[in-house]
């Protein structure tokens, strides 16, 4: 067990979707949480990063920080992706190694996989198979990041974990309907037909792809609890164990939303990888499950949105993909 209580824990970016859900969870722990803003240490940036480490001395490390964004993105700005995810794994395992970090947890994503994976995709699935060509410069990214810590801990010893979450939604998402992910950009794109600012939801590709979704919340518990619980050299999948159509998602995105389903689909766009359900047993068998089902997620987050008025301060089509 590793003790959280009475630790400096910090979340590399603590901005985004899941680094703020961390904090939010960590609250609930008695521990001093450390966060930096880009000005105050670009994780792309060696120096910075290792001085921001060498004065603050964080015991615990969540690495949540990344450039993120749905496929087209993805497909869009390789450079990018690959670029600045690699500099930000590199500068934050090497500094947390140089100051002497107890333990870090570096999230990835379930792309790593290989396109064709054998469903549900187990942990030993990773690098058996060619990647999926949209998003195989984040998933290269994002496999480095592991072996990383498979490297640090197997050269010298630090407790370098890393968890690979589902496809991710929640609080603090995008909503850009060029750069997001597909569940914020289908809430927006019903929330956009009930408000009579469009006859119908355009739909990327055909639909078909399954994808499985987690709730940031409850993908910010299971990060804590592998904090807690998890040592060892292989990565870990975190997920719910169900999948959907993506045509199916935005029925019930339509249904939470009160409109009806009018789906309109742009072949030009790319469907991407068929399925990438998750095999979750190890995590289950360390004793942890997801809590939040996604029809309540969707609920809430929607909810939430109009709570704060946020679709109202969403530009129609940010610049750039994403951000950290
Ligand atoms: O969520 P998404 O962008 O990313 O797309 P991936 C999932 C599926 O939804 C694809 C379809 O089949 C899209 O074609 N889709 C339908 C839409 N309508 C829309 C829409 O309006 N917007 C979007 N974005 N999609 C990402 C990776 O892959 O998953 C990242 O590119 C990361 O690297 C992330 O790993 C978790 O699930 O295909």
Redesign the pocket.
Known sequence: MTQIAGKRVYVAGHRGMVGSAIVRRLEQEDCTILTATRAEADLRDPTAVEQWFAANRPDLVFLAAAK?????A?DSYPADFLYENLMIAANVIHAAHGSGVEKLLFLG???IYPKFAEQPIREDALLTGPLEP??EW??IAKIAGIKLCQAYRKQHGDDFISAMP???YGPGDNYD?NS????P??LR?AHMMKTGQAPTM????T?E?R?EFLHADDCADACVFLMKTYSGAEHVNVGTGEDIR?VDLARLVCEVVGVEPRIEHDLT?????PR?LMDGTKLRELGWAASISLEDGIRRTYADLLAGGRFDSIPEAAEGPARL
Not at 180 to 183: D, R, T
Not at 269 to 273: A, I, M, V
């Open positions: 993120v964004g749905g496929i087209l993805n994503s379930s792309c949209t998003n984040y998933a589902t496809n991710l309907l997001s992910h597909v569940l950009a289908l794109k355009p739909m990327w590709g639909g792809p994808r993506i766009k790319p469907d991407g990888t990438k």
